[in-house]
């Protein structure tokens, strides 16, 4: 097990630097995601943690030692790509104990070790199997186990979820995330789903154009969001966000105002007579969703998704009212987007 | 009124029109190329007097031809250099094409593109122009006469080097980069990972090249002037300009030499046409 550390890293492809000397501090055994829409940098950064990118400034840290100029077999990590990269041409069992290749362990301990990681990942059954006769859960499985049994300072998952469905993807988040609560290694997960950051992290590293805009818990990240992006990026449905003033202690919504309202939908109800902030509008979709019914209305001109309780269905074309309590709302800049806090 | 129950119809498939054409002109054509391959072997089966009677099928067929081809040392000796050529430049194509095919695929490095335009560009010079500076350059390094003589012109080819390196960067970088961090180095994740799979295209470059170097002619006949290093097709031609042209004998020898290549494709053909889809779907 390792810390990792980043010390103003920087990576440019030419003159276009894409990661602006970030830094950071992963703890021993700390899960962290890194979460960022498509071209944020996250997979770079986790690429040259791996080493696979060469690293145009700054330093990464494994334990104390800076690796920057070390290979990746020597950096002792592990890590899981996105589409698995499990080789074709050999059996589970071949593909597992791939990753003791250049092990100097004896024949009889890598047995033992592939085993043992086919056996906490639930492939016994299919170790003589090859991957085209394994489903994507199976194979993700088989990813992890040869990482595994390296038994490495550290994981580094690359979106390893992505190319399964919805309820596969949510089986195997619990997985990864028991199997780091059995193993305690640190991992550095990198994923663009706001639901695998929340339901998995440690503390989550949101990312923007090659920088971080904020690290911490998912409750921290979720409740006090620092900017805009980070508040409509994490959580879901995305918060609402409307233009307001402060009109003597009572925030009111109003086109071009100095204020922007951040609004949860969750927090944000039809059919509740008052609250701290009250918007109304006609109804343009509505989402049954059996516990509760998502409500999309325009409100200012602006799309707003609020929650009725599970059998109320407003008419489309019709208009409704729905209400926030107090300190349910987040308060932004409008200028500078970043936050104000809560009211 | 009831009426009893017809029994329904047969379906006839329906055959297009198109289809029927396109299916006559696919037969044509196959008769059209293995008619010479069966009057080849139709006439290995022929005595030397029966040989103008055009008939398919001998009157009396033997295997005279056979014994005496096959108890004359000379054939069994071409037999042999073709098959030690053939299959030396086919292990060294494999070989070399693929490993130049997957640097130029794989790493980035200054120069590559030209590199690559300058393994292209040899495509576009004909052979005839190539055969002197070959025969010069041979006869300076002592190499006429030689096996390695008839073999180092085609050690690597351009084509070789294209079809792998196209498909070489069909190889997803992840598997790759995957082998990188489990520790392996440069040469072993080629040799067993990306060779492995690249297995279609390995087997297409394979029979090209064993088919190519079993059948060569041209460079073989120029560079060799001992009978003891002819290759199959200069001696069978020899067997022409010597013997009065038996034709009994060298289409007995000629059934021969296609036994191996007949043998390698059977062999190989499946990987073919694998490699020839995948080539077709990465369009």
């Known amino acids: ?343 | 009124m009831t009426t009893a129950p017809t029994a329904p119809a047969l379906a006839m498939p329906r055959i297009r029109p198109g289809r029927i054409v396109i299916w006559t002109l696919l037969f044509l054509g196959g008769v059209i190329m293995v008619t010479p391959l069966i009057f080849m072997f139709s006439t290995s089966l022929k005595t030397a007097g029966q040989v103008y009677d055009l008939r398919m099928i001998p009157a009396a067929p033997t295997l005279d031809n056979y014994i005496k081809v096959l108890s004359d040392g000379r054939f069994l000796r071409w037999f042999f250099n073709s098959t030690i050529i053939a299959l030396t430049v086919t292990l060294s194509n494999v070989f070399f094409d693929s490993l130049v095919g997957y640097t130029l695929a794989k790493f980035r490095f200054r120069g590559r593109y030209f590199v690559f335009l300058a393994i292209l560009s040899t495509l576009m010079i004909p052979t005839e122009m190539l055969v002197i500076p070959w025969y010069l350059m041979s006869a300076e390094f002592g190499w006429l006469n030689s096996y390695w003589g008839i073999m180092f012109p085609g050690m690597m080819t351009a084509f070789g080097t294209f079809l792998m390196k196209q498909f070489f960067e069909t190889v997803p970088d992840d598997f790759l980069e995957a082998a990188r961090i489990d520790g392996l180095n440069e040469f072993t994740i080629w040799w067993r990972i990306a060779m492995p799979l690249v297995t279609p295209a390995l087997s297409a470059l394979a029979i090209f090249t064993f088919l190519g170097n079993w059948t060569a002619f041209f460079w073989p006949l120029i560079v060799t002037t001992s009978q003891e290093l002819y290759t199959l097709p200069i001696g069978l031609s020899s067997f022409a300009v010597e013997q009065a042209i038996q034709w009994e004998m060298i289409m007995t020898g000629a059934s021969l030499a296609t036994l191996p290549t007949l043998l390698v494709f059977l062999l190989l053909q499946r990987y073919i046409v694998r490699g020839v889809m995948l080539a077709g779907l990465k369009g």
Do not use: W
């Open chain 1, 1 to 343: 097990m390792a810390t990792i550390a980043l010390r103003n890293l920087v990576k440019s492809y030419g003159k276009a630097e894409v990661i602006h000397g970030i830094n950071l501090d992963i703890a021993d055994g700390e899960f962290v995601v890194f979460v960022g829409p498509s071209g944020c940098g996250k997979s770079t950064t986790l690429r040259m943690i791996a080493g696979l990118e060469e690293v145009s400034g700054g330093d990464i840290l494994i334990g104390d030692q800076v690796v920057n100029e070390l290979d990746p077999k020597r950096r002792n990590i592990a890590m899981v790509f996105q589409n698995y990269a499990i080789y074709p041409h050999m059996s589970v069992r071949q593909n597992i104990a791939f990753g003791l290749y250049t092990s100097p362990l004896s024949r009889d301990q890598k047995d033992a070790r592939v085993t043992e990681a086919a056996k906490m990942l639930g492939l016994e059954a299919l170790l003589d199997r090859r991957p085209a006769a394994l489903s994507g859960g199976q194979r993700q499985r088989v990813a992890i186990g040869r990482a595994m049994v390296r038994n490495p300072a550290a994981f580094l998952f690359d979106e390893p979820l992505s190319n399964l469905d919805a309820q596969l993807r949510a089986q195997m988040r619990i997985e990864i995330k028991r199997l780091h609560q059995r193993l305690g290694t640190t991992i550095a997960y990198v994923t663009h789903d706001q639901i695998e950051a929340m339901t998995m992290a440690d503390r989550i590293v949101v990312m923007r154009d090659g920088h971080i805009l904020q690290s911490g818990t998912p409750t921290e990240i979720y409740d006090a969001p620092v900017d805009v992006f980070t508040a409509q990026f994490i959580g879901s449905p995305s918060m609402n966000l409307l233009p307001a003033v402060d009109a003597g202690g009572r925030i009111v919504a109003q086109p071009g105002g100095p204020l922007l309202v951040g609004l949860r939908p969750h927090d944000l109800v039809v059919g509740v007579p008052d609250g701290a902030f009250t918007v109304s509008g006609e109804v343009t979709a509505v989402e049954p969703l059996g516990h509760e019914t998502l409500v999309h209305f325009l409100a200012e001109g602006r799309p707003v998704t609020a929650t009725a309780p599970a059998r109320m269905i407003p008419a489309i074309g019709g208009t409704v009212q729905a209400s926030a309590a107090a300190g349910a709302l987040y308060l932004f800049d409008a200028a500078t987007e970043k936050a104000m806090g809560r009211r």
